[in-house]
């Protein structure tokens, strides 16, 4: 923090202050004529985190205003803590995905484990309790030639720590991670993305916003105390692009994390809720108690007096400022009405979190700070919260190519047989399971589908029924074509659930971009947007809530846009819940949609170096979402024996991957000439789906979707020949055969760059 | 049949283990700051991180008021099931022998496991069937930090003599790296039994794949039921 | 209070720091062993052998050692 500390009471921060804390000159002009004065240090320090990019939206909340928002299923939708949907039986699911990238570039163990204790609070701040967590993560490539080692090995270092964080945080608060992707790719070296999504349950009649209310009542904090950490962390540093160097020096502003007082926090909140206790609650995120307070006010169109003098603290001479804008974790703000105060202070002590009454709501429309009753800050609400200016973006899609090709990893000569082993084994393809097995997912009992057993998580719900979801975006895609990539990330969502049998009832996402002041990566922001509302309009699956993490960029340029989608579903069964793998020999093999694959900017153009295109085969959203209706269906009604979705590595990987997880092979005939043997062998696109079961049963759905019978499961290998009637080359070829364990050899690969050293507490 | 399940601040099994008990009889939650166990028929130390872990797994909580009722009520031969951390605590209040350290790769890790019955604890497993050979295995989950099971050789060594080791991990299922690739283990009077694996996460098909854990419970209660009538 | 696992025991934590001293070119490391230590002020220095061989270590897996420091810290 640049303000200079004085000991006297008139502390009167300078233009050069407000810049160096990232205000513009115009927004301090602002400042000073909303207050009709130069602010003090303690106001100068509130809006400079309230009007950054991270609390204020200033460069996306003009475009996420075209997003949908509404439908049938929506009970809450953004702007509170989480959105959620009604999921029938008189419950509602809330859920919501959040980024940590900043923090996680500089300590990514404390990072990834705060990101989690975040999104968690922000579920458990609208009454619902935690039910699951998903995580979303990017790095660079893991693996180098000799000399580029010590750049692969910090990837591997993040990722290591990223990974024992999530799972450090949800393992000890007793929620599981059920899922989630990670990916490696170049442009995300120097700025590593965590994602984190959480779910959670709540009575339909038990949810509560954030909005103080009622002039008189008590603002009372309560969880961990207050201390230095953070301080300029979140919000300051979220707001900043991150350079190759000096990223160390960062550490001591990263918070740390404590799941056992946050489970603690959790119960206690919970129950303040279930015996009434609580007017409002609200957690404390990014800006601590200034936006959390500040928040809180306006939403309820009241002012807040906190008495920062009331604050239980870890350091005895904070500054007011400091207790204002710290972020210490584990911290929740609720209003409670002054004949409750008592038996909200008593339910802190059973729980053995701290609790404090610091404040109170007024019906001055101000956000006052005192010290032991001496004022000293003092803003209306509206102008801290709702007055930052919001910028147009300045679009134009850039003329060069922005990112610079992947480097080669496979000889263009490569067999097919050659090339399926090498994308198994390639860090984006192989399996998960050293990662996930770091994750307790089965924790409350709802696990009906675990990682890797499905391609989305299955959460039973108590009348029997039982959710789904998903997380997905394929940044390199996106990359090539924003508008395309999105719509394809947000379709990928919507097929992992319908191969469980789900039906979407909401969305959340967050984009993250690099720099949007930069035409274009305005245009990538915008192109992406239009493509996630239009995906969204198209399968009914509104967005009840999410977050954007601009300024992702390293010295080397930006990240690949990310939007990442997080979709929630129900099916209305659980024991119908569909499954990955092959299951039965002898079962006929489909596969069905109108699927119609290329190479370009597909997971073998990356392992052959070649560059992205410029823009993606436009998809027939209509068609892919009648095909998902079709999946859906044949396996709510128990019709298939496996559903799978052709992702990454294209019909050969989705291939390879239903037989490893059945621990079966299959035998498969692809019509295809040896000249468009690998696109269709590893070419991607929407839309494709492998499905096995009956004969009869397949064939009856071919009545309704394309469909093609193309083989049999059964065997220990996995063996796929083409057919092609051309005049020149007719007739039937193998073109590979894999033994399972070869395959599973491979597929391991992840095993041998992660999992050596680390910390595990 | 009443079963009792401990609830420390850090619990994290502890509703997961109230439903599975609650599939053979009845069952409630105790509160650690309590000392009245309810008139539990038989008391369940439940899984999680109880006092976040901090220290040592196990440690605080063994000084709860709970815990100390939890003593005397298996002094005076009454059924004690520990389960993970629930381990954890009744060896860290010497209800059991022997101590869990942190997992040989160091690592949390959560694994479906296969784990043979031996022929201690019958209490704990009768509903399994007749001690058979080769023995017989139940599917069960384990996820930890810290369950290598040690204990000096000698104690081992009587362990074994006097039918204390219960379950064992099936060839290959060792992951944390326990001696003798024990699983779980019982008291000599065979009424308090603490294992790693999760036999609450394992009591309903639809969850993942096996209700092997169901038979623990179900013992528990053959034997609590036997010894009333 | 220095707690430390006994020797004999396997200490998997000291193992990796061990292995890891080298790949970053610390040579000739050796017996490697990760503890824990728990500082507080005392009034009654006679409470703290007690303290740990009942709470702060256990005394099956762990040695433990006091030192104290004038005045504290």
Same mark, same amino acid.
């Given at each position: 923090?640049?303000?200079?500390?004085s000991?006297?009471?008139?502390?009167?921060?300078?233009?050069e202050?407000?810049?160096?804390?990232?205000?513009?000159?115009?927004?301090?002009?602002?400042?000073?004529?909303?207050?009709?004065?130069?602010p003090?240090?303690v106001?100068l320090?509130m809006?400079?985190?309230?009007?950054?990019?991270?609390?204020?939206?200033k460069?996306?909340?003009?475009?996420?205003?075209?997003?949908?928002? +509404?439908?049938?299923?929506?009970?809450?939708?953004?702007?509170?803590?989480?959105?959620?949907?009604?999921?029938?039986?008189?419950?509602?699911?809330?859920?919501?995905?959040e980024?940590?990238?900043?923090?996680s570039?500089?300590?990514?163990?404390?990072?990834?484990a705060?990101?989690v204790?975040?999104i968690?609070r922000d579920i458990? $701040?609208?009454?619902a309790?935690?039910?699951?967590?998903?995580?979303?993560?990017?790095f660079?490539?893991?693996?180098?030639?000799d000399?580029?080692?010590?750049?692969?090995?910090r990837?591997?270092?993040?990722?290591?720590?990223?990974?024992?964080?999530?799972?450090?945080?949800?393992? &000890?608060?007793?929620?599981?991670?059920v899922?989630?992707?990670?990916?490696? =790719?170049?442009?995300y070296?120097?700025?590593c993305?965590?994602?984190a999504?959480?779910?959670?349950?709540?009575?339909?009649?038990?949810l509560?916003?954030s909005?103080?209310e009622g002039?008189?009542?008590?603002? /009372?904090? @309560?969880?961990?105390?207050?201390?230095?950490d953070?301080?300029?962390?979140?919000?300051?540093?979220?707001?900043?692009?991150?350079?190759?160097?000096?990223?160390?020096?960062?550490?001591?502003?990263?918070?740390?994390?404590?799941?056992?007082?946050?489970?603690k926090?959790l119960?206690c909140? %919970?129950?303040?809720?279930s015996?009434?206790l609580?007017v409002?609650l609200?957690?404390?995120?990014?800006?601590?108690?200034?936006?959390?307070?500040?928040?809180m006010?306006?939403?309820?169109?009241?002012?807040?007096?906190?008495?920062v003098?009331?604050?239980?603290?870890?350091?005895?001479?904070m500054?007011? #400022?400091?207790v204002?804008?710290?972020?210490?974790?584990?911290?929740?703000?609720?209003?409670?009405?002054?004949?409750?105060?008592?038996?909200?202070?008593?339910?802190?002590?059973k729980?053995?979190?701290?609790?404090?009454?610091?404040?109170?709501?007024?019906?001055?429309?101000?956000?006052r700070?005192?010290?032991?009753g001496?004022?000293?800050?003092? *803003?209306?609400v509206?102008?801290?919260?709702?007055?930052?200016?919001?910028?147009?973006?300045q679009?134009?899609?850039?003329?060069?190519?922005?990112?610079p090709?992947?480097?080669?990893?496979?000889?263009?000569?490569?067999?097919?047989?050659?090339? %399926?082993?090498?994308?198994? &084994?390639s860090?984006?393809?192989?399996?998960?399971?050293?990662?996930? =097995?770091?994750?307790?997912?089965i924790?409350?009992?709802?696990?009906?589908?675990?990682?890797?057993?499905a391609?989305?998580?299955?959460?039973?719900?108590?009348?029997?029924?039982?959710l789904?979801? &998903?997380?997905?975006?394929?940044?390199r895609?996106?990359?090539?074509?924003?508008?395309?990539?999105?719509i394809?990330?947000?379709?990928?969502c919507?097929a !992992?659930?319908?191969?469980?049998?789900a039906?979407?009832?909401?969305?959340?996402?967050?984009?993250?971009?690099? !720099?949007p002041?930069?035409p274009?990566?305005?245009?990538?922001?915008?192109?992406?947007?239009?493509?996630?509302? =239009?995906?969204?309009?198209?399968?009914e699956?509104?967005i009840?809530?999410g977050?954007?993490?601009l300024? !992702?960029?390293?010295a080397?340029?930006?990240?690949?846009?990310?939007?990442?989608?997080?979709?929630?579903g129900?099916?209305?069964?659980?024991?119908?819940?569909?499954r990955?793998?092959?299951?039965r020999?002898?079962?006929?093999?489909?596969?069905?949609?109108?699927?119609?694959?290329?190479?370009? $900017?597909s997971?073998?153009?990356?392992?052959?170096?070649?560059? %992205?295109?410029?823009?993606?085969?436009?998809?027939?959203?209509?068609?892919?979402?009648a095909?998902?209706?079709?999946?859906?269906?044949?396996?709510?009604?128990?019709?298939? &024996?496996?559903a799978?979705?052709?992702?990454?590595g294209?019909?050969a990987?989705?291939?390879?991957?239903c037989c490893?997880v059945g621990?079966?092979?299959?035998?498969?005939?692809?019509s295809?000439?040896?000249?468009?043997?690998?696109?269709?062998?590893?070419?991607?696109?929407?839309?494709?789906?492998?499905?096995?079961?009956e004969?009869?049963e397949l064939? =009856?759905?071919?009545?309704?979707?394309?469909?093609e019978?193309?083989?049999?499961?059964?065997?220990?290998?996995?063996?796929?020949s083409?057919?092609?009637?051309?005049?020149?080359?007719?007739?039937?070829?193998?073109?590979?055969?894999?033994?399972l364990a070869?395959?599973?050899?491979?597929?391991?690969?992840?095993?041998?760059?992660?999992?050596?050293g680390?910390?595990?507490? | 049949?009443? @079963?009792?399940?401990?609830?420390f601040?850090?619990?994290?099994?502890?509703?997961?283990?109230?439903?599975?008990?609650?599939?053979?009889?009845?069952?409630?939650?105790?509160?650690?700051?309590?000392?009245?166990?309810?008139?539990?028929?038989?008391?369940?130390v439940?899984?999680? @991180?109880?006092?976040?872990?901090?220290?040592?797994?196990?440690?605080?909580?063994?000084?709860?008021?709970? *815990?100390?009722?939890?003593i005397?009520? $298996?002094?005076?031969?009454?059924?004690?099931?520990g389960?993970?951390?629930g #381990?954890?605590?009744?060896?860290?209040?010497?209800?059991l022998?022997?101590?869990?350290?942190?997992?040989?790769?160091?690592?949390?890790?959560?694994?479906?496991?296969? /784990?043979?019955?031996l022929?201690?604890?019958?209490a704990f497993t009768?509903?399994?069937g007749?001690?058979?050979?080769?023995?017989q295995?139940l599917s069960?989950?384990?996820?930890h930090?810290?369950?290598?099971?040690y204990?000096?050789?000698?104690?081992?060594? $009587?362990?074994?003599?006097?039918?204390?080791?219960?379950?064992?991990?099936?060839?290959?299922e060792?992951?944390?790296?326990?001696?003798?690739?024990?699983?779980?283990?019982?008291?000599?009077?065979?009424?308090?039994?603490?294992?790693?694996?999760?036999?609450?996460?394992a009591?309903?098909?639809?969850m993942?794949?096996?209700?092997?854990?169901?038979?623990i419970?179900?013992?528990?209660?053959?034997?609590? +039921?036997?010894?009333t009538? | 209070?220095?707690?430390?696992?006994?020797?004999?025991i396997?200490?998997?934590?000291?193992a990796?720091?061990e292995?890891?001293?080298?790949a970053?070119?610390?040579?000739?490391?050796?017996n490697?062993?990760?503890?824990?230590?728990?500082?507080?002020?005392?009034e009654?220095?006679?409470?703290?052998?007690? *303290?740990c061989?009942?709470?702060?270590?256990?005394?099956?897996?762990?040695?433990?050692?006091v030192?104290?420091?004038?005045?504290?810290?």
């Amino acid at each position: 923090m640049v303000i200079h500390h004085s000991q006297g009471d008139t502390l009167s921060p300078t233009l050069e202050d407000a810049l160096a804390l990232g205000l513009t000159r115009a927004e301090y002009e602002l400042v000073c004529e909303k207050q009709g004065r130069a602010p003090n240090q303690v106001e100068l320090a509130m809006y400079s985190l309230l009007w950054s990019e991270h609390c204020a939206y200033k460069h996306s909340k003009k475009l996420l205003r075209s997003l949908p928002t +509404e439908g049938e299923h929506v009970v809450m939708g953004p702007g509170e803590n989480a959105g959620a949907v009604d999921v029938g039986g008189g419950l509602v699911c809330a859920f919501k995905v959040e980024s940590h990238n900043h923090p996680s570039a500089v300590e990514p163990f404390q990072g990834a484990a705060t990101g989690v204790g975040g999104i968690l609070r922000d579920i458990f $701040a609208i009454g619902a309790r935690p039910i699951a967590v998903l995580d979303s993560l990017r790095f660079g490539e893991p693996t180098a030639p000799d000399a580029l080692d010590e750049r692969a090995a910090r990837v591997r270092y993040l990722l290591e720590g990223a990974v024992s964080g999530i799972g450090h945080y949800g393992n &000890s608060i007793g929620v599981p991670t059920v899922g989630g992707e990670v990916y490696f =790719e170049g442009p995300y070296e120097q700025n590593c993305l965590v994602n984190a999504m959480a779910l959670g349950l709540a009575e339909r009649d038990g949810l509560v916003r954030s909005a103080a209310e009622g002039p008189g009542n008590v603002v /009372v904090l @309560f969880g961990a105390s207050t201390g230095r950490d953070g301080i300029g962390g979140a919000s300051v540093l979220a707001s900043a692009e991150l350079g190759g160097e000096g990223a160390e020096d960062k550490r001591p502003t990263v918070q740390v994390g404590d799941p056992f007082e946050e489970k603690k926090l959790l119960e206690c909140s %919970l129950e303040l809720l279930s015996r009434g206790l609580l007017v409002s609650l609200q957690d404390l995120g990014a800006a601590g108690l200034t936006s959390s307070a500040s928040e809180m006010a306006s939403k309820g169109e009241v002012g807040i007096d906190i008495d920062v003098a009331r604050v239980p603290l870890r350091e005895a001479d904070m500054e007011p #400022f400091e207790v204002m804008v710290s972020e210490s974790q584990e911290r929740m703000l609720c209003v409670v009405e002054p004949s409750n105060v008592a038996a909200v202070l008593e339910l802190c002590e059973k729980w053995e979190v701290g609790g404090a009454a610091i404040g109170t709501v007024t019906d001055t429309g101000r956000m006052r700070v005192l010290r032991e009753g001496e004022l000293v800050g003092d *803003m209306p609400v509206r102008a801290l919260v709702d007055d930052c200016p919001l910028y147009d973006l300045q679009p134009r899609e850039s003329s060069e190519p922005l990112y610079p090709p992947p480097a080669a990893t496979l000889a263009a000569e490569a067999t097919p047989g050659q090339a %399926l082993l090498a994308l198994l &084994s390639s860090p984006n393809l192989c399996s998960r399971r050293p990662l996930f =097995e770091r994750y307790d997912s089965i924790v409350q009992s709802r696990t009906v589908r675990r990682p890797e057993q499905a391609d989305a998580a299955v959460l039973a719900l108590p009348d029997g029924s039982a959710l789904a979801v &998903s997380i997905d975006c394929n940044g390199r895609r996106v990359a090539a074509d924003p508008y395309t990539g999105t719509i394809e990330a947000v379709l990928e969502c919507a097929a !992992n659930l319908a191969c469980v049998g789900a039906q979407p009832l909401g969305t959340t996402n967050n984009l993250n971009f690099g !720099n949007p002041e930069k035409p274009h990566i305005a245009w990538q922001l915008t192109e992406a947007v239009r493509g996630l509302g =239009e995906a969204c309009r198209a399968l009914e699956a509104p967005i009840v809530g999410g977050n954007v993490s601009l300024y !992702n960029e390293g010295a080397s340029g930006p990240i690949y846009p990310t939007p990442v989608i997080g979709m929630v579903g129900r099916l209305p069964d659980a024991r119908m819940a569909g499954r990955m793998g092959f299951a039965r020999a002898g079962d006929a093999i489909a596969l069905v949609g109108a699927f119609a694959p290329s190479i370009a $900017a597909s997971e073998l153009a990356k392992l052959r170096g070649e560059a %992205l295109p410029d823009g993606l085969p436009a998809i027939d959203v209509e068609a892919v979402r009648a095909t998902q209706a079709a999946v859906r269906e044949a396996v709510g009604s128990c019709a298939l &024996s496996s559903a799978h979705d052709v992702a990454e590595g294209g019909l050969a990987v989705a291939l390879a991957e239903c037989c490893l997880v059945g621990g079966i092979g299959a035998e498969v005939t692809l019509s295809a000439s040896p000249a468009t043997a690998l696109v269709a062998l590893f070419g991607e696109a929407s839309g494709g789906f492998l499905l096995s079961g009956e004969r009869s049963e397949l064939l =009856e759905l071919g009545g309704r979707v394309p469909l093609e019978l193309i083989g049999t499961v059964g065997s220990d290998a996995l063996t796929i020949s083409l057919t092609s009637d051309t005049a020149d080359g007719g007739g039937t070829g193998e073109v590979l055969r894999i033994d399972l364990a070869d395959m599973g050899a491979a597929h391991a690969a992840l095993g041998k760059l992660f999992g050596s050293g680390g910390r595990d507490e | 049949m009443k @079963f009792g399940v401990l609830q420390f601040p850090g619990s994290c099994d502890e509703v997961d283990a109230l439903e599975a008990a609650r599939r053979v009889g009845d069952a409630e939650l105790i509160w650690h700051g309590e000392r009245d166990l309810k008139g539990a028929d038989a008391i369940v130390v439940p899984g999680g @991180f109880s006092y976040g872990d901090y220290l040592r797994a196990g440690a605080i909580a063994r000084f709860s008021p709970a *815990m100390e009722s939890v003593i005397d009520f $298996a002094g005076e031969g009454g059924l004690v099931l520990g389960i993970c951390n629930g #381990f954890q605590v009744l060896c860290e209040a010497h209800l059991l022998p022997g101590a869990l350290l942190p997992n040989e790769n160091l690592h949390f890790t959560s694994r479906q496991v296969e /784990v043979e019955v031996l022929s201690g604890g019958g209490a704990f497993t009768r509903a399994c069937g007749p001690v058979t050979h080769p023995p017989q295995r139940l599917s069960i989950p384990a996820k930890h930090a810290w369950g290598r099971y040690y204990a000096e050789s000698e104690t081992l060594a $009587a362990m074994d003599g006097s039918g204390q080791l219960v379950l064992r991990y099936a060839p290959g299922e060792n992951f944390n790296g326990s001696l003798h690739d024990i699983a779980g283990v019982c008291n000599e009077q065979g009424n308090v039994f603490g294992l790693m694996p999760h036999p609450e996460h394992a009591v309903d098909e639809l969850m993942g794949g096996s209700a092997d854990g169901l038979r623990i419970f179900e013992s528990m209660r053959m034997t609590v +039921e036997g010894a009333t009538r | 209070m220095l707690i430390r696992p006994k020797a004999g025991i396997l200490d998997p934590q000291g193992a990796a720091v061990e292995r890891a001293l080298p790949a970053l070119g610390f040579a000739g490391v050796g017996n490697v062993h990760v503890g824990r230590l728990v500082e507080l002020d005392v009034e009654d220095e006679a409470q703290l052998q007690p *303290m740990c061989e009942r709470l702060l270590a256990n005394p099956l897996v762990e040695d433990y050692e006091v030192q104290l420091l004038d005045g504290g810290v």
